[in-house]
């Protein structure tokens, strides 16, 4: 079974930079297909980003060019950078995991339905 360890996140003032990681554990990392949602105060979760396995990257609208996603599989960390924060990025930030690292990746992303969850780690933005 895929656990998934968050790190970060946080405060962060307008126009800032943090970032996100998450410690894989049970699974072969490079095998898997991995993925940062969020959920702001009274709004439902969104995707944020995901990588599939192999090195494929999507991201929504709102943050692309803003935000990178990128893995360590020597550490079987995956990250979320985010640069140029807004007060619209602020709420709960889920690392999460699926087995199906191929094509079937931004299916899952898409429709939210990843086999493994963090916990969750707050983000707030404000100035």
């Known amino acids: 079974q895929v656990q998934l360890t968050e790190f970060g996140g946080g405060s962060g003032q307008p126009g800032g930079s943090l970032r996100l990681s998450c410690v894989v554990s049970?699974?072969?990392?490079?095998?898997?297909?991995m993925a940062w949602f969020r959920q702001a105060p009274g709004k439902e979760r969104e995707g944020v980003a995901a990588i599939d396995a192999y090195y494929n990257r999507m991201y929504a609208d709102s943050v692309e060019d803003r935000f990178t996603i990128f893995t360590d599989r020597s550490e079987n960390t995956l990250y979320l950078q985010m640069n140029s924060l807004n007060s619209e990025d602020t709420g709960v930030y889920y690392c999460?995991?699926?087995?199906?690292?191929?094509?079937?990746?931004?299916?899952?992303?898409?429709?939210?339905?990843?086999?493994?969850w963090g916990k969750g780690n707050l983000v707030t933005i404000s100035s």
């Open positions: 999460a995991a699926d087995r199906d690292g191929g094509i079937l990746c931004k299916d899952h992303f898409n429709r939210g339905d990843m086999e493994s």
């Open positions: 049970g699974y072969k990392f490079t095998n898997l297909c």
